[in-house]
């Protein structure tokens, strides 16, 4: 385990704005070819932790290490440049843009020469199909499509094949498939191997644990801003990453209570009670 | 409601039959202005025939009006895609006339000089009005508002304390700059008597225009750049992601819709003669018309240099084209709030085509 020098470490990295903690001694690592799920409910600190990997917050305390490096970055530029990608929900897309120019906004290739550089859409047309095709969406064959035409899901993968053909090696997808219906889920879920097979090191954040057994090597829970549980695949149950994402309530009880209420209530769903 | 989605239906229903060529054109952004230019052209051209409306003195009549709205409409439109507005122009208008004015009459200047001063001038004023949007993040419209009040009150003032007035005369600019920038030019082909009119009284503010959305057009549809300024539209924090440099090309588009508003007030005054403080709000509205009608997207992200041209044809028509026909001149603001409204949903309908109807191709 230890031969290989993770791509992206955290070491004990804490994040506080003003008073408030919001991350605490988090220590996380992610190899190549792996990828790392990062599970938590709502308000964990999910969003601050992907904001600190990927530039926009600067740890107050702790340390990064790239290729076990120590690294900071002051600006989001500055990650990407050094291959961490970051992909949010339907980030990086713009609907009403056609998908070579959506994969290739603000790298544009070019033909001519001085002042008289041309967008070259043939070649981003051709580039974006390929690749997109490439990472398993077949759909798209033509790249002055728009992009407000696809799919929740397409709209993802190009965004993501579009992070990996521009040398991304961490890949951080910020719920990639929180909007998505079960089969563009299953879509995004097969990118996501593709990315890993090449070898990406993929951080990949959801609070959909079937999502994250789906792909996931090394598990991650987070709670009010700190690891709870920290796993590798196949030693916790589904069941039992559930419970401790909601924070120890056994999720196997919480439902065991509905079906008694439905039994007995003609299979209604009981009414919603709010909380003490 | 009904209607629309009976005929978007019925017209995808008859694209998997026929082929898709049909269809590809009307996918073109600029489909719906295009379509409503050669509708509303048809129309005046009809009823405008006995009083020459199609003659090329009758056509220049709505096509010196429209140059001057389209030479600042292409540039709005450039900020309309990128999800900004300016409305600073009806002041910069007068401006550019003033400072070009009081550059050669008050202060004795070469003419070309007045004019890179006027531009320098209406520059400085965009890079404001950019920087002021770029850095509080007050939606462009309300900074617009205000530095347009604040350069109208300028214009006044700094017209009386150097120039003494707020009626500005210019002097003859001599032939290269009255040629260039405000002369009625007229191209006829053949001997006296059997001479061809190709056209009549153009002034030089329309070849100014062409010239204006030829630049403009490479630079929105050829260019890396017109990449930059729809995705800046599409989703800024994202363009920003992706390495755009979204602050400094907003800056330089509301730089770039100054100059053109100073421009049209160097074309009017150096053509008259004289230069006036008075702001023009009018275009402002005309300008915004323009780009909406010609399928610009309010919101941004969307939009085409041709549509906004073809659009400022339209608009152009409307505006004058009532004085070649038979109906009450009163009635011509009416045409062009009911044309807005049309050109409104036709874009929406366009719009829908343009993303719904390529899911569906196999």
Known sequence: MSAKTPVLEMRAVDKSFGPIDVLHEISLKVHEGEVLCLLGDNGAGKSTLIKTLSGVHQPTGGEMLLDGKPVRFARPRDAQ????????????????????????????????????KVFDRKKANAVAVSEVQKMGITRITDGDRLVGGLSGGERQSLAIARAVYFGARVLILDEPTAALGVKQAAHVLRIVNEAKRRGLAVIFITHQ?????????????LIRGAIAADFRKGEKTREEIADLMAGGESMADLEANIEGYMETHDGHPPQVTPAQ | MADTTNTESSST?????????????????EAGAAAGFILIFLFFAWFGWDKNFLTPLGSSTWL??????????????????????????????????????????????NIWLGVL????????????????????????????????????????????QLAGTTQHSLPDAGVVSEFLMGDYHTLKIGSEDSAFTIFQSLQSSFFIWIAVAVGCWYVLHVSPWGNWIFAMGGDQESARNAGIPTNRLKIALFMLSAMA??????????????????????????????????????????????????????????????????????????????????????????????????????
């Open chain 2, 261 to 362: 508003a100073a421009l049209v007030g160097m074309t009017e005054a150096v053509l008259a003669n004289t230069a006036s403080t008075t702001t023009q709000f009018g275009m402002i509205f005309n300008t915004i018309i323009c780009v909406v009608v010609g399928g610009v997207l309010l919101t941004g992200g969307f939009g085409t240099v041709t549509g906004t041209v073809f659009g400022t044809l339209t608009f152009g028509i409307v505006f004058q084209g009532i004085n070649f026909t038979t109906f009450d001149k009163d009635l011509n603001m009416l045409f062009i709030g009911v044309l807005l409204l049309i050109a409104v949903l036709m874009n929406d309908t366009f719009r829908n085509l343009a993303t719904t109807a390529s899911t569906k191709k196999k």
């Open chain 2, 64 to 109: 010196n009006f429209a140059s001057k709205v389209g030479i600042i409409a292409i540039p709005i439109g450039f900020l309309m895609i990128a999800g900004e507005l300016d409305i600073s122009v009806g002041a910069l208008i007068p401006a550019g006339g003033i400072v070009l004015a009081m550059s050669t009459e008050t202060f004795g200047l």
């Open chain 1, 209 to 221: 644990v079937m999502h994250a057994m789906a792909v996931g090597d090394h598990f991650a829970v």
């Open chain 1, 81 to 116: 440049e050094l291959g961490i990608a970051t992909v949010h929900q339907f980030g990086g897309t713009y609907p009403l843009m056609s998908i070579g120019r959506n994969f290739f906004a603000g790298v544009e290739p070019t033909k001519g020469f001085g002042p008289f």
């Open chain 2, 117 to 160: 001063i006027s531009f320098a001038v209406a520059a400085a004023i965009g890079w404001l009005n950019g920087m002021l949007v770029t850095r509080t993040n007050v939606p462009s419209l309300i900074v617009t508002l205000a530095t347009l009040f604040v350069i109208a009150g300028l214009n006044a003032y700094v017209s009386k």
């Open chain 2, 13 to 29: 229903g008859s694209d998997t039959a026929g082929g898709f060529s049909f269809l590809s054109l009307f996918r073109r952004p």
